[in-house]
């Protein structure tokens, strides 16, 4: 079982930047790969990022360059950097843990992109 919060969501100007926590319950070397994924009101829940607990980080082809997924062990944390926000990347982020064939998520945490 895995418990993760998100955290660090909020309103933000266009150009602005944000970075996501999320913390997880257990070793996060034990969870064989960590993401997020949005969804924006009225679509599917889509792949920002993810990484796996070698550390390899892969991304949505749309967003790589203005999103960096990274990863504290120390601190069974993972992070999502974002620059240049748009207001299309505004939604509900999820934070997602994998370990073997289950998935676990986060509650989410909003990210609004407006003026």
């Known amino acids: 079982q895995v418990q993760l919060v998100e955290s660090g969501g909020g309103l933000v100007q266009p150009g602005g930047s944000l970075r996501l926590s999320c913390a997880a319950s257990?070793?996060?070397?034990?969870?064989?790969?960590m993401g997020w994924y949005r969804q924006a009101p009225g679509k599917q829940r889509e792949l920002v990022a993810a990484?796996?607990?070698?550390?390899?980080?892969m991304y949505a082809a749309s967003l790589k360059g203005r999103f960096t997924i990274s990863r504290d062990n120390a601190r069974n944390t993972v992070y999502l950097h974002m620059i240049s926000l748009k207001p299309e990347d505004t939604a509900v982020y999820y934070c997602?843990?994998?370990?073997?064939?289950?998935?676990?998520w986060g509650q989410g945490t909003q990210v609004t992109v407006s003026s």
């Open positions: 257990r070793s996060i070397r034990s969870i064989d790969a």
């Open positions: 990484i796996t607990n070698g550390g390899t980080p």
């Open positions: 997602n843990g994998r370990v073997g064939s289950l998935n676990y």
